[in-house]
């Protein structure tokens, strides 16, 4: 059974983010339409590795707690940022310019950014340093 902020859940345009296996990062997606056949909540994410698919919001969390990102304020933003999450179905998944989160802010804002990629490419940056200095030394 899920936990929602609210009484309905996470409405269809919503974006979720739930923890990785890998400390420090975290999986995002998008709430879909309900399955029509069961009316479980259904996701659109990257799978790394692998495409961008929809599935189910269990395949997506694995039954964890997520947090919520953003929820769409109108219908029209509602529409919007799942249609343009359409787009990427069947995309190769890739952690350097399509992954979970890029694909995600690509639909929101036409950037497709990743804030925790960004990050690792610093934290890997200055590890070089600091080994290149090490070695040096």
Known sequence: MYMYLNDRGPTPGSVLKVRSTIPVIE?????????????????????????????????????????????PQTMDQRRHAIARMELLLGRRWDLLSLNCEQGVMWALTDKPISKQLNGGIV???IAAIVGF?????
Do not use: V
């Not at 029509?36 to 659109?44: K, L, N, V």
């Not at 698919?53 to 964890?64: A, K, L």
């Open 27 to 71: 999986h995002w997606g998008m709430c879909y339409w309900p399955d029509p056949f069961t009316g479980q909540p259904r996701m659109i994410h990257g799978m790394k590795n692998d495409i961008f698919r929809i599935t189910s919001r269990y395949e997506f969390d694995g039954g964890q707690p997520c947090s919520l990102a953003w929820t």
């Open 133 to 137: 200095a090490a070695f040096r030394g």
């Open 123 to 125: 934290l890997a940056g």
